[in-house]
């Protein structure tokens, strides 16, 4: 099992920007398939954003050219840039090692005025 540790959530104004961080475990990071999730409360938690082992990336389509995915295989990280943030944006994010069951514990992002 593969240890994730997501940072850098927190409290932004709408319009506002945020870089997520996922840290993972283990020496094969750059065989790592890696996405982001996020779950607003009393819904499910949703598909964001995926990079593969290959640099192709695919992003949901709400938050295309607001959300950027990339990694950093040298530092085993995997960021997700947020720029013009909304407060639908609103949700716990969670890192994901694509496609299995490893899982980070979340960072909250809260996009209020």
């Known amino acids: 099992q593969v240890q994730l540790v997501e940072s850098g959530g927190g409290l932004v104004q709408p319009g506002g920007s945020l870089r997520l961080s996922c840290s993972a475990s283990?020496?094969?990071?750059?065989?790592?398939?890696l996405a982001w999730y996020r779950q607003a409360p009393g819904s499910q938690r949703e598909f964001v954003a995926l990079?593969?082992?290959?640099?192709?990336?695919n992003i949901k389509d709400s938050v295309k050219g607001r959300f950027t995915i990339s990694r950093d295989n040298a530092k085993n990280t995997v960021y997700m840039q947020m720029n013009n943030l909304k407060p639908e944006d609103t949700a716990v994010y969670y890192c994901?090692?694509?496609?299995?069951?490893?899982w980070g514990q979340g960072t909250q992002v809260t996009v209020s005025p």
């Open positions: 994901n090692r694509w496609p299995t069951n490893d």
């Open positions: 283990g020496s094969r990071f750059s065989s790592y398939n």
């Open positions: 990079m593969t082992t290959t640099n192709r990336t």
